[in-house]
């Protein structure tokens, strides 16, 4: 294709136009990746942005309660297992099934046995060897789709004994002349007892376990012996379990250290995530002993050390993990808290008094810490929505009574989740 001037020549300045012109149709922009994600579970721990709310209202968290003992199998504890003492009943989240927690006269009060009940009162599996005890009983735990059990157990203290009543071998002592005894009408036999699983792995410190619904397939999930895993919790799709653990040295180490205080021992463990399946991953060198909850979406994992929160995928090929700390937040709301506080107190004095507002002044250095009674660490969390994580500091003293516990300045914040925005690729 030609194109001429007036005189025949061709236009330099319209060749350079069509060239142009040209080499644009041929480029491409910068692409963009416009495609988001849609949901907070697809973005990693370490792409979350947060914004810290100091002394918010109180989330609303699933508490724990005692549920009463289930009459049926009471009834059964109370007819046909008269050597056993039920101490407790839990049922599953679809009410199918019903665990009894129970120990016999010979077991040491520290140790269970669990069995697996229907709610009508029937007996359908002993879930527990006889050679492994339960430990913890207040911590066993349904999946929340009901279909297994979690608990800790390890290898039982004392070899039980034996109740059944062994024939008499002394000679009758009936006088010969005697009359018969009149016929005893037969009594109706009792129904067969399962037996105890037996071929089941136990370990000399705590480990944890997991069966079925029906009370079948009991295995260890960990298999660390030296570990003690002393907390769990099952994530919202019943797959997983986050839990703390430590070693047996550390808790004898915190055992005596307690002894010495005239306090109770509060555990510190290492979280980490145990699959269904055996598979363990440890979350973090660092000990705690704020327990580990779960995103409702079971994607992440959170766990509090001090002043810190550290977020964990809680799967995937390559995970991640992010570290929010919050010293200086707290330290910062803790003063406007404290402020706040001698406020209403001198109010409260001279109720006649009018309030007065502290005007704001802005901060140059940061508060210490020494001089705040409301500044403490993290004692508790609650995720309550894929992009709100609670977090509760207090000043905790755990005395051996309980009436001597001690609980002040409880205070809520919590942490606004969103993701970070993507940047264009080129």
């Known amino acids: 294709m030609q194109i001429f001037s007036k005189n025949g020549a061709i236009s ?73 003492q039920l101490d407790r009943t839990i049922t599953s989240p679809d009410k199918k099934r019903v665990l009894a927690v129970y120990r016999s006269v010979t077991d040491l009060t520290s140790e269970v046995r669990l069995d697996m009940y229907t709610p009508e009162g029937k007996l359908l599996r002993k879930v527990t060897a006889d050679t492994m005890a339960v430990h913890f009983p207040d911590t066993i735990l349904w999946s929340p789709d009901s279909s297994s059990v ?21 000679t009758s002592t009936t006088p010969l002349d005697a009359e018969p005894a009149s016929p005893v009408e037969p009594t109706p036999a009792p129904a067969a007892t399962p037996a105890s699983p037996t071929g ?34 099952w994530s919202p799709d019943s797959t997983m379990l986050a ?13 005596v250290l307690a002894e010495q ?13 145990v699959e269904k399946n055996g598979r363990e991953r440890r979350l973090d060198d660092n000990l705690t002993a704020v327990r580990p909850v779960w995103s409702p979406d079971s994607a992440k994992v959170a766990a509090a050390f001090e002043t810190q929160i550290r977020i964990y995928d809680a799967g995937g090929v390559n995970p991640t993990q ?11 709301s803790s003063q406007a808290y404290d402020r706040q506080q001698q406020q209403i107190a001198a109010n409260s004095t001279d109720p006649n008094a009018a309030p007065s507002a502290s005007p704001i002044e802005p901060l140059t250095t940061l508060p210490d810490e020494k001089l705040l009674v409301s500044y403490n660490p993290i004692v508790e969390l609650g995720w309550t929505s894929d992009d709100l994580l609670y977090a509760k500091t207090a000043y905790l003293k755990r005395m051996k009574l309980e009436t001597e516990n001690v609980t002040s300045f409880a205070r809520w914040h919590r942490l606004v989740f969103s993701a970070q925005p993507l940047t264009p690729v080129r």
């Open 243 to 255: 839990a703390l653990a430590t070693t047996e040295r550390e808790w004898r180490y915190l055992t």
């Open 12 to 84: 330099a300045s319209i060749l350079v136009s069509f060239a142009c012109l040209m080499a644009s149709c041929g480029s491409r922009p910068p692409a963009t990746n416009s495609t988001g994600p849609t949901s907070l579970s697809q973005v990693p721990a370490v792409r979350l942005n947060y914004r810290y709310e100091a002394d918010v209202p109180a989330p609303t968290l699933p508490g724990v309660t005692v549920e009463e003992r289930n009459p049926a199998v009471q009834a059964d504890f109370d007819t046909n297992r008269t050597q056993e």
């Open 261 to 273: 205080k005239g306090e109770m021992m509060v555990p510190l463990g290492r979280p980490r995530v």
């Open 150 to 170: 979690a608990f800790v157990a390890m290898v039982r203290a004392l070899t039980p004994l034996s109740t059944t009543p062994t024939p008499s071998t002394a």
């Open 200 to 233: 089941v792995l136990t370990f000399r410190t705590e480990q944890l376990y997991i069966c079925n619904a029906d009370g079948a397939g009991l295995k260890p999930l960990t298999q660390n012996e030296g570990l003690i895993y002393f907390y769990y919790v």
């Open 322 to 332: 992010a570290a929010i700390p919050l010293k200086n937040q707290l330290l910062i």
